[in-house]
């Protein structure tokens, strides 16, 4: 079992950064793809950002391809989205997510349902 916790959410101005964190207890992180999601209210989760296992490939839809920058630590078990030139619409519940199944070696992931664990979020408002 793995435990996923979310930390660095906030208020911050149009234009401003935040960087989240993702850190993780139970089990070693080291050689799952993990991904950051958003969920504003009355929307479906959104799909923000995938890494593989090693962070050597990353993978950003377009709405926040050059904007959002998501790492990872694997000796310290912790997994970073740096966001930067925010925007109103950026507003939602921010989760990250590991997948633990199998995975083709160098793969990231992109959809809900291809996750296994999940962090409880983490807050972001971007005032306008």
């Known amino acids: 079992q793995v435990q996923l916790v979310e930390s660095g959410g906030g208020l911050v101005q149009a234009g401003g950064s935040l960087r989240l964190s993702c850190g993780a207890s139970g089990r070693t992180l080291r050689n799952y793809p993990m991904g950051w999601f958003r969920q504003a209210p009355g929307k479906e989760r959104e799909f923000v950002a995938a890494?593989?296992?090693?962070?050597?490939?990353?993978y950003y839809p377009d709405s926040v391809k050059g904007r959002f920058t998501i790492s990872r630590d694997n000796a310290k078990n912790t997994v970073f989205l740096q966001m930067i030139r925010l925007k109103h619409e950026d507003t939602a519940v921010y989760y990250c997510?590991?997948?633990?199944?199998?995975?083709?070696?160098?793969?990231?992931?992109?959809?809900?349902?291809?996750?296994?664990?999940w962090g409880q979020g983490t807050q972001v408002t971007v005032s306008s």
């Open positions: 997510a590991a997948r633990a199944r199998t995975s083709l070696s160098g793969s990231y992931y992109s959809r809900v349902d291809e996750y296994d664990y």
């Open positions: 890494i593989n296992w090693s962070g050597g490939r990353t």
